[in-house]
């Protein structure tokens, strides 16, 4: 794994939660955090926290923890389509030639972009618009292509 200094974050969402409790109501601010190297690397983490800045703080954290590292296809494209599903979350991702740019929306642009994906056609064909699914959707399909590469020859996908 490389060194945290190398990797980008993007904060893809600030939300603020609410609880309701005996004299009141509670407040805590709830983070997504994708953090990437574009050589390859991306992870996607969760914080929350009393302010912001501890929340940001605290996604960076678990974005670390749960960084996927893949190798591209000349070092620009996935080599083969992908499709997961995630919750609600349903997309798919294509290859694409070179000079064909990042064609993806929302989150799903943001972890492509930051893992170093700078050509291939994503869509997402599910339901949801919720950008923490979304991202965890594109890491899993990113982590099943690394899974897939690391096993051994005869074994099942």
Excluded: W
């Amino acid at each position: 794994m490389r060194k945290t200094d190398d990797f980008e974050d993007n904060v893809l969402e600030i939300r603020r939660v609410t609880r309701v409790v005996a004299g009141g109501k509670r407040f805590v601010f709830r983070t997504v955090v994708v953090l990437g190297d574009r050589m390859g690397c991306v992870g996607v983490g969760l914080g929350r926290g009393k302010d912001v800045a501890s929340a940001v703080e605290k996604g960076k954290a678990d974005a670390r923890k749960h960084v996927v590292c893949i190798s591209l296809k000349d070092k620009r494209t996935l080599p083969y389509d992908i499709e997961v599903k995630y919750g609600a979350a349903h997309l798919r991702m294509k290859p694409a030639r070179e000079g064909h740019g990042l064609i993806a929306g929302g989150a799903m642009r943001v972890v492509l972009d930051l893992a170093g994906v700078k050509d291939v056609t994503a869509k997402m064909l599910g339901t949801t618009t919720n950008k923490l699914n979304n991202a965890r959707a594109t890491l899993n399909g990113l982590k099943m292509y690394a899974d897939a590469r690391t096993q051994k020859p005869g074994t099942e996908v």
